[in-house]
């Protein structure tokens, strides 16, 4: 349509990406996105994760123009985007099939968002050059995808969205078929080049390690909804509630009822009788159910390094594993026979056989007593 502004190049505001009350529904009754608020800063690495059906995939096709928000407003720059086609947002995009054109070399599959945007033949050849030495792919120029590794065509893939020098790029899973290895060394190179280059990202993925090693911050979904929105140390250190725990890394819970709240501290009595202090997340009355939250890393089951302030529970071995760089210790703790301790691989480190009744304690800042 005439008229419509290219947003390629829009002046910056503090907020440069802005969900407003959005809301998405495919079939008019069930919304997949739920009264959605969001906002970025300019060069932020912002990643959307959560499992399937949750809801991050539609918010970054409602971003790129793929998608109509039922509801609300999207803004780039300060303006709104809503109805403005995906071609003149100026938004790079990274899929996890790549979208490569297979009749096409590199370099051809490179120019194609330079054509589009009219930029002249000479410049083109040096937007490529440049935007293949990002992603260390020169030499490649003049092969066809099919002649290319998955990971050599995602780079292409990666490159293709950086050539017109976008000031957003969408990433949709980008690194889901690629094997472990190469996948962590393309997150480290992707992470540096979207810092190098100032670019805003918002990154969409169901891998719990991709996003906490990638991002600046990390917006957890689950039920069309945002659960919590925090940098990634925030995220797995202070989890706001049990899907947030539970979704981020590992953790342990205990099951029990506020017997106590005093400022800050809480007491849990368990379901088997034992009495803990916890720090009441999104606890706020007594009677009240909790879900009490561990990560396995912050339990001690060395005696002589359990702090004074330490609370101690007995458990029983139920299965001691070696695995390299650390020990992973299942116990049966208060009726719970999935509770974990991770431990490092040092030389005090007692092998410990099933069966073997310990002491293990944790200090009551690291004890989170959330929503049952």
């Known amino acids: 349509m005439n008229g419509e502004p290219d947003l390629a190049n829009t002046a910056t505001e503090q907020a440069f990406v802005e969900f407003e009350r959005v809301q998405k529904s495919y079939d008019g009754e069930i919304l997949v996105v739920k009264d959605l608020?969001?906002?970025?800063?300019?060069?932020?690495?912002?990643?959307?994760?959560?499992?399937?059906?949750?809801?991050?995939?539609?918010?970054?096709?409602?971003?790129?123009?793929?998608?109509?928000?039922?509801?609300?407003?999207?803004?780039?720059?300060?303006?709104?985007?809503?109805?403005?086609?995906?071609?003149?947002?100026?938004?790079?995009?990274?899929?996890?099939?790549?979208?490569?054109?297979?009749?096409?070399?590199?370099?051809?599959?490179?120019?194609?968002?330079?054509?589009?945007?009219?930029?002249?033949?000479?410049?083109?050849?040096?937007?490529?050059?440049?935007?293949?030495?990002?992603?260390?792919?020169?030499?490649?120029?003049?092969?066809?995808?099919?002649?290319?590794?998955?990971?050599?065509?995602?780079?292409?893939?990666?490159?293709?969205?950086?050539?017109?020098?976008?000031?957003?790029?969408?990433?949709?899973?980008?690194?889901?078929?690629?094997?472990?290895?190469?996948?962590?060394?393309?997150?480290?190179?992707?992470?540096?080049?979207?810092?190098?280059?100032?670019?805003?990202?918002?990154?969409?993925?169901?891998?719990?390690?991709?996003?906490?090693?990638?991002?600046?911050?990390?917006?957890?979904?689950?039920d069309g909804r945002i659960q919590q929105l925090a940098p990634p140390d925030q995220l797995y250190e202070e989890p706001e509630n049990s899907f947030v725990a539970q979704f981020i890394g590992e953790n342990n819970t205990l099951l029990g009822k506020v017997s106590k709240i005093a400022g800050d501290q809480c007491e849990v009595t368990l379901d088997d009788g034992e009495i803990i202090d916890a720090k009441p997340v999104n606890v706020t009355e007594v009677g009240q159910r909790t879900r009490v939250s561990i990560r396995p890393e912050r339990v001690e089951m060395n005696k002589e390094r359990l702090s004074p302030d330490a609370h101690t529970l007995k458990a029983e071995v139920l299965e001691f594993i070696y695995m390299g760089d650390i020990f992973r210790t299942r116990l049966r703790v208060a009726g719970n026979d999935d509770f974990v301790i991770k431990t490092r691989n040092a030389p005090d480190q007692v092998r410990l056989t099933p069966g073997t009744q310990i002491d293990i304690g944790w200090l009551p800042q690291d004890c989170r007593a959330l929503d049952a």
Do not use: W
């Open 37 to 222: 608020n969001l906002s970025m800063p300019k060069g932020e690495f912002l990643t959307m994760l959560g499992p399937s059906g949750s809801g991050k995939t539609t918010c970054l096709m409602m971003l790129a123009g793929f998608e109509t928000a039922t509801h609300g407003e999207i803004k780039l720059g300060g303006k709104p985007i809503n109805n403005i086609p995906p071609h003149k947002r100026g938004i790079g995009m990274v899929f996890q099939n790549y979208a490569l054109f297979p009749h096409m070399t590199v370099a051809e599959n490179l120019s194609f968002p330079l054509e589009v945007r009219k930029i002249g033949k000479s410049e083109r050849e040096e937007k490529i050059m440049r935007a293949l030495g990002m992603v260390q792919m020169q030499d490649f120029a003049g092969r066809r995808p099919a002649q290319l590794s998955g990971g050599q065509q995602q780079r292409i893939a990666l490159a293709r969205a950086l050539v017109f020098e976008p000031e957003l790029v969408l990433m949709d899973e980008p690194l889901g078929a690629l094997d472990k290895q190469l996948r962590e060394t393309l997150q480290f190179e992707i992470t540096r080049l979207a810092h190098d280059l100032g670019i805003t990202t918002v990154y969409v993925t169901h891998d719990q390690t991709e996003a906490l090693t990638m991002s600046d911050r990390v917006a957890v979904f689950d």
